[in-house]
């Protein structure tokens, strides 16, 4: 009988040590959830804790090509990640802005533009990949397929320049 006491003592000590909570000491942070002690994030969050926004890998300034009305010009953008929304990133020369769908497809949402004082509403979209970024967007218009835009008024396609020694270092 002591035998068996011991048994079942053996068991129930053994079994406990199993069930260890492994993320109780684990805070994830934007909506994450711990599993086997290891944050799993929920999208457009990354890092250990998930506290790491998505739009951050895709600031910087960009170089390329733009047409405007039929005409070719060089250009450069500058795309700056919104603090609050996770996959959204501003365009810093016009105040516009996108929203990524995909790690490598964007809306441009419609939005107004003032152009020599008076305001567009605008709409486009593009894609994202391996530093090369192309998009362009138009005046929007309604259909009954839904919202297009009726003709393009800027395209741009260009790469994103290294990042300055000091921005990589903050």
């Given amino acids: 009988m002591k035998t068996s006491y011991l048994y079942l003592l053996l068991i129930v000590v053994s079994t406990l040590g199993a069930c260890k909570d492994n993320c109780r000491r684990i805070s994830c942070e934007n909506d994450s959830y711990c599993y086997d002690g ?47 929304i996770p996959n959204r990133m501003y365009f810093t020369e016009t105040a516009l802005y996108l929203e990524f769908e995909t790690d490598s497809t964007f809306t441009i949402p419609e939005q107004g533009l003032v152009v020599i004082n008076d305001t ?38 260009g790469l994103r320049e290294e990042e300055p020694v000091e921005a990589i270092n903050r």
Wanted: proline residues 0%; negative net charge; hydrophobic residues 25%.
């Fill in 120 to 157: 567009l509403i605008v709409y486009g979209d593009g894609m994202y990949t391996s530093d090369h970024i192309e998009f362009s967007y138009g005046q929007a218009e309604e259909s009954e397929h839904g919202t297009t835009y009726s003709s393009v008024l800027v395209e741009f396609t």
């Fill in 38 to 84: 290891a944050c799993i994030c929920s999208k457009w969050y990354s890092g250990d804790k998930c506290q790491l926004q998505f739009n951050r890998n895709y600031e910087g300034l960009y170089t390329g090509e733009a047409t405007q009305g039929g005409r070719s010009v060089a250009s450069t953008i500058t795309l700056e990640a919104d603090k609050d």
